[in-house]
């Protein structure tokens, strides 16, 4: 009787740790991320309209946006899409006050693009909009408030080079802030 309770003991040890290294495991993993890629930015040139306020995204310059969230809630596959930087936070930050989770929030990259100025006192910078023009926000600072605006007039101008961005905030005002600083308080400021 002594063995068999021995037998049951141990076998209980064994399966309570075999379950605790499966939960670890499992909890590690999941602390770790997932192997599920970051979804890809894709290419705004072929007349999508900017989710935010509808105005056909390659149709007007400067920056432009996207943003992928965690749950399917648009009504088609892939990220949202937007004409500036202005609307993809603004519809970023609405949706976040919904509880939608973005996973990843990309902007046009100027230090990756050539890009021109046009215009002399109401500048606008260049659209570049195919999928390797944009880069991930948290690769990214910006100019804000400068003298160049885009599809919305005044706009936040990316860049992943902060050196460039310095040397245009120089030449065409504005302050280097962090992408990932970007919070509404800034956007509407930029806005009004």
């Given at each position: 009787?002594?063995?068999?309770?021995?037998r049951c003991e141990a076998h209980s040890r064994r399966t309570l740790l075999q379950a605790l290294g499966i939960t670890t495991t499992a909890v590690i993993a999941g602390c770790l991320g997932s192997d599920e890629q970051t979804p890809e930015?894709?290419?705004?040139?072929?007349?999508?309209?900017?989710?935010?306020?509808?105005m056909v995204i390659n149709e007007?310059?400067?920056?432009?946006?996207?943003?992928?969230?965690?749950?399917?809630?648009?009504?088609r596959d892939g990220p949202a899409w937007f004409c500036s930087g202005i609307c993809t936070y603004s519809y970023r930050f609405d949706r976040e006050d919904e509880g939608w989770e973005p996973l990843v929030t990309y902007l046009t990259d100027y230090s990756r693009v050539e890009y021109d100025i046009r215009g002399e006192s109401d500048r606008s910078?260049?659209?570049?909009?195919?999928a390797d023009s944009y880069r991930p926000e948290s690769a990214l600072v910006v100019?804000?408030?400068?003298d160049v605006g885009g599809a919305m007039g005044p706009d936040i101008i990316p860049f992943s080079d902060?050196?460039?961005?310095?040397?245009?905030?120089?030449?065409?005002?504005?302050?280097?802030?962090?992408?990932v600083d970007v919070d509404r308080e800034l956007i509407d400021g930029i806005r009004s």
């Open positions: 009787m002594a063995r068999n309770r021995q930015a894709v290419s705004l040139d072929d007349g999508q309209t900017c989710d935010e306020c509808g007007h310059p400067g920056p432009t946006g996207q943003v992928f969230f965690a749950e399917d809630r648009l009504d910078i260049s659209a570049h909009l195919s100019v804000a408030g400068s902060t050196e460039e961005a310095s040397t245009f905030a120089d030449e065409y005002s504005g302050t280097v802030v962090d992408a």
